[in-house]
């Protein structure tokens, strides 16, 4: 393959993953806001009710948010009432965010609606399509992250 058709192919993957993304973010942008929820709220709560408690890092790192936006974000749900900050049952020293009764069931009562939207937009692909997908999203988001430990 000529460099110029690979530019050409990088380019192509490029736009299609953006213009997938921001269609994906169009689609699920009413469902969160009729939950009261933005996507990176909706990141946070359901990363913290499957890992339970995370430092602000550790949470900045499963959800890809920086400093700054999850800084607002968790803020705010701390203002709701959905998480909270408290002290790290391992390293006494330690804060770790969770979530708080409230927030455990604003996931609960937007996860069907949530499944609904996914349903709606994942429906036409078949289960391989699907399991290829993502074994190849993950490759792209391996060989991203190693390269940016080799750049770093």
Do not use: C, Y
Request: aromatic share 4%.
């Amino acid at each position: 393959m000529s460099t110029q058709d690979q530019d050409k192919e990088n380019q192509t993957l490029v736009l299609a993953l953006l213009r997938s993304h921001q269609l994906f973010q169009r689609a699920m942008g009413p469902v969160f806001r009729d939950a009261g929820l933005t996507a990176p709220q909706w990141d946070t709560l359901e990363t913290l009710n499957s890992k339970k408690a995370l430092s602000i890092n550790d949470l900045m790192q499963q959800t890809l948010g920086t400093s700054g936006n999850l800084d607002v974000v968790v803020k705010n749900l701390m203002q709701a009432g959905l998480v909270e900050k408290t002290v790290d049952e391992k390293d006494r020293r330690a804060r770790v965010l969770r979530l708080t009764p409230a927030g455990r069931q604003k996931v609960k009562d937007f996860m069907p609606a949530h499944n609904r939207a996914l349903d709606q937009i994942f429906g036409q692909l078949n289960p391989e399509e699907k399991r290829h997908t993502i074994k190849t999203l993950i490759q792209l988001r391996k060989k991203l992250a190693q390269t940016k430990k080799d750049q770093g």
